[in-house]
């Protein structure tokens, strides 16, 4: 399907549709949700009401978005004729919510990571990883129908596909970052964006108790192959210590992406005892297929997965794996 077809042919589905619920995967992050953020905001201009339905995280940190938005956390009773997922493509990433997306009548899936393991099935299905962030897809998707709205409409939008952009784009540094990006940005600044204001309370927003848990896993840092893979890790006394959670800032990974010599970096992330999220970064490696190895997923050079075990196990198993893809290179 085309992107110009996309929105025609979501908003027919939306029509036919009486009870409608946005998702997105498991642990969400500022692409996910906010893109749900967007879409739930159109919808309701153009009076169609929805509800996002997430894992039950603390969205704290979108408070300069989240105002008005239809939230609750998923419960088995939960069922919907229609459910749109963003930023997702696998079951596998869905948690709790694989339920949410099967039993409903008409399933969507927006998304722009590679086809992952374990594809969800659904009537209308959008994936292009081409685009840096699904807010950039709903974006090029629905940019012809935005001037149908009011300025502050539009505005509202744009600010939400702009946090995506930051978000995925790591403040415009990764990768990814190209003219295709330069271009939308400043499309959005062109409906009234407050860059400044959008970077500084979803980038720099930290609590004195997140940069010391921040600090103490930067600590951390240990590299292996000869100095070719940097490894780092947060235990979950810390978080009890610091008194924060993890879920709801930056991860410690932007902090060392521009450590010299280095074709990988894994963190991991202690949320419960023995239950690792891990967090995977290169430039140069594939990092998308071993997370998926693990059951996890995302993109080329930004992936994830969660495993539980011993940190010792974890880092040797998953330092061979590094140590093979360096081989390959």
């Not at 722009?112 to 840096?132: K, M, R």
Request: aromatic share 8%; glycine share 6%.
């Amino acid at each position: 399907m085309n992107i110009e077809h996309l929105a025609d042919t979501l908003l027919q589905l939306v029509e036919q549709a009486s009870q409608i619920a946005i998702s997105t995967h498991r642990e969400s992050d500022g692409d996910g949700m906010v893109a749900a953020f967007a879409l739930q905001y159109y919808l309701k201009c153009i009076g169609r009401k929805s509800t996002i339905i997430s894992d039950g995280e603390d969205l704290g940190r979108y408070f300069f978005l989240k105002e008005d938005r239809e939230v609750i956390p998923y419960s088995p009773d939960c069922s919907f004729d229609l459910v749109i997922v963003v930023d997702c493509n696998s079951y596998d990433r869905l948690g709790a919510r694989v339920d949410l997306v099967r039993n409903a009548k008409q399933v969507v899936v927006i998304d722009h990571h590679v086809i992952e393991h374990n594809p969800i099935q659904a009537q209308l299905s959008f994936i292009d990883s081409t685009y840096a962030s699904v807010g950039a897809v709903l974006y090029a998707a629905f940019a012809q129908k935005l001037p149908a709205l009011s300025s502050a409409q539009q505005r509202y939008f744009a600010e939400c596909v702009y946090v995506t952009l930051l978000n995925d784009t790591n403040g415009f540094v990764n990768a990814n970052t190209d003219e295709k990006v330069f271009e939308l940005a400043a499309s959005l600044v062109r409906h009234g964006t407050q860059v400044n204001h959008l970077y500084m309370d979803f980038m720099q927003n930290h609590t004195a108790g997140e940069m010391k848990y921040i600090g103490a896993t930067l600590a951390t840092i240990e590299l292996v192959e000869d100095q070719q893979i940097l490894l780092m890790h947060s235990a979950y006394a810390l978080k009890q210590q610091c008194e924060v959670d993890p879920e709801t800032f930056k991860q410690a990974t932007r902090y060392v992406q521009g450590v010299k010599g280095l074709k990988a970096i894994v963190y991991f992330r202690e949320d419960q005892p023995g239950e690792w999220k891990l967090s995977f970064r290169s430039l140069e490696i594939d990092v998308q297929k071993i997370a998926s190895k693990y059951g996890g997923g995302g993109h080329r050079q930004a992936s994830g997965c969660q495993i539980s075990g011993s940190l010792t196990e974890i880092k040797k198993m998953l330092t061979e794996d590094l140590k093979k893809a360096i081989a390959g290179l």
